[in-house]
């Protein structure tokens, strides 16, 4: 039941966050930036806006709840949108307008009226009787507790805008959220408490307890399981038990007089028996969960569960093993018994995954609320009708298939401009998807420090620490490397750190804009940074020289690089040998959304850092981006980031061995990776010996699975001149641009959209990755338009000066007066004249 709908008509995330808990947020369609995934959303279409059928399916399908939309939409939609979706906005006057058969084709109306008449919005409400009457006023004034639930009792729901809700205490402005909600609620009990029944995302009972308005309040503002004791008082749960709550939702149910907490429960459990539920020990899916996370974090090797988690093509192949016997029981017991067994396998993958059940019905819901559907076909390889009175055949994988590795190809000359632009598009990041997901590890870090650190490397490194940094002089041992390695990196920080070098802006830049007013720039080191290194089971010192030297040579006086530890708690002696090399204060020994936060926020142990630096994961990525945006936190960061990219252009010159080496350098990072050729006027015989050198390099390779994906999504785009495919080039803005190409550095000065440019036919992009000087810290997903790649004035700012003579500021004053005058801004006029009387 909802209380009341807040029209979100001013950007507010905090209150977002809190409205998200009680019920439906309505957005107006005016709004651009995208709507959160975790609430349930309304559309209120405007007046003015002209029909539009695709707008009003897309908002359906992204996941809208209900599209609020004027008389004139309603008309264009009720013949093709179900009634449950649709409400129709609606001018208190011009009920008069609204047909039967508009009245039959909705599920409500929102009425606009200047003000709230419970005897007007009562008699409308019989006109549309068994719909919702939802009731928006253009008062300034937000609506009373009285207002909420006298409507309420004729079965009207407030529209109330957020600018006229607050987190804080209610004024005559503003009405408290958790005041608002509270507006119906009574209680039948002597005490005046409320029975609240709490159950998991899911549904699943994990008590009965209690709370009171005092409770509620605290919990829709804080977001955590707050109760009312009947002996102790306020309950706040896990205070300190440590089981701790995140609250999903609060809803009232029909009777508004007892409600109901759905929780994500922390800890133990929710029961002081230290199970999950007070009604016993959970079953079913819930249980299989709980275990498969068990066994995630803690399943000894050698253990199946333990196989399936570490072998991906093993658990594919169960997978794909108890589809096929389930498709083929037909026993009522048969059916439930393969059912089970492929629920067992498939759950197993979405937890290795990182997804849950709450996360599998939450899409089932999305998919539920989309109006467009796919024809439901099956794809050509499982149409076939199989003789299931044959014993199971084995399913071919397409890893197992031994086709040719085949780009697609285009040309330029026979698409349409819609076309092209579909050729430049990356695929769609889902970084607010990603932000929620990894916003509780953010916070744990940042409310726990070193305890939830550790906790959270056992669980993602599975490696068990005593402690999270460490600090110089490293131990020799753990700065071990092959004779041939340490003179590799040698060279390559050489010649890293004298590129970088020439980079630094060691000196001041002065102005004499007029007489006697001097205006100086210079730079000062950033203080702090911190350089993520992906590792583990990976080695990247290249990474650790391309972030360490430029902040080496900027002069940042605290260098903390954070890495994940191997199973066995050490950090990679490549990577320890870079960091002494470039003399960082502190190794983190974290990884992931953990170790960001670390940086950003501090913790006892790891110093907090102003900027943070380096690529990972769309974990890391999303952690990045949600700490920067962090008042708090007061950090910034180096850039987007997104799958690794390279465009490479070809002419005739171009040796095809060399050209298909290169695309295969970054279709191997993984299956996300973005690879195009641009092919100048090549003609078939050429472009056949690229991609036959494409295929024989990627079978040679021992990541050809990855290959064999990422190449299968990249494209050969074909143009006529080379000033078509930089112009192509330049509008695709790639991390890296290969010049394959005659005179190929007389082409240079042409482009304008690349994080780093490889010229000729001896200049691969390794070289850039590792040692030539360059770095390879890039921008990514089209970014370069906007973004430098990481350099040193990355790791320095700049700081503006300004002196001004006596014979200066009589010059200048007055001038500087009037402007202050014209902006009404008298202290700024004063703080002249004053100067200028004395």
Known sequence: MSVFLPLFDEEDDALLETLARIGPVVFPSSRTSPLPSSAHCFVLVEHTRAFVLDEAVSWLDNGVDKLIVPLAWAKELIELISSERLLLLLDVGNISAVSDKVRNGVSGVLLKTPAIDLDLIASISKFFTGSAIHVLSSSSVPPTNALIRGLLGIGATPVVPVSQLTLSATSSSKI???????????????????????????????????????????????????????????????????????????????????????????????????????????????????????????????????????????????????????????????VAFEAADLFYFALTKCIAAGVGISDIEASLDRKARKVTRRAGNAKPEWSQKQNTSLPPQPIATELEIDEPIRMRSYDLADISPEERTALLRRPVLKSDEMISKVKPIVDDVRARGDAALLELTAKFDKAKLTSTVVFPPFAADTMVVDPKVGDAIKVAYANIKKFHEAQA????????????????????????????????????????????IPAQVAGCQEIVLATPPRPDGSISPEVMYVAHLVGASAVLKAGGAQAVAALAYGTESVPKVDKIFGPGNQWVTAAKMLVQNDTDALVSIDMPAGPSEVLVIADYTANPAFVAADLLSQAEHGVDSQVVLIAVDLDADKLAEIENEVDVQAHALSRVDIVRKSIGKSIIVKVKSVEEAIVFSNDYAPEHLILHLENASEQVQFIDNAGSVFVGPYSPESFGDYASGTNHTLPTNGYARQFSGVNTLSFQKHITSQEITESGLKTLGPIVATLADCEGLEAHANAVRIRLRG
């Open 176 to 334: 408290n959220v958790a005041d608002a909600f509270l507006a119906p609620i009574v209680s039948d009990r002597q005490d005046g408490l409320f029975p609240t029944v709490v159950s998991t995302e899911t549904g699943h009972s994990l008590g009965l307890v209690y709370s009171s308005a005092e409770s509620v309040k605290e919990s829709i503002l804080t977001g955590k399981g707050v109760y009312q004791s009947r002996k102790h008082g306020l309950w706040r749960k896990g205070e300190t038990s440590g089981a701790t709550q995140d609250v999903v939702s609060i809803r009232l149910d029909c009777d508004s007089d007892s409600l109901e907490f759905r929780v994500v429960q922390h800890g133990a459990g929710f029961c002081h028996l230290n199970r999950q539920s007070c009604f016993g020990e959970t079953s079913g899916l819930p249980a299989l969960e709980k275990t498969l996370r068990a066994r995630l974090e803690s399943a000894p090797e050698g253990s199946y569960t333990k196989r399936l988690f570490n072998d991906p093509v093993l658990l594919r192949a169960k997978i794909m093993e108890e589809a096929d016997e389930l498709c083929r029981a037909e026993q009522k017991a048969d």
């Open 505 to 548: 802006d060691t000196s001041t830049l002065t102005v004499e804009t007029m007489p006697g007013v001097v205006c100086s720039r210079f730079a000062r080191p950033i203080a702090r940074v911190g350089l993520y290194v992906p590792g583990g089971t990976a080695i990247l010192p290249s990474t650790a020289l391309m972030l360490g």
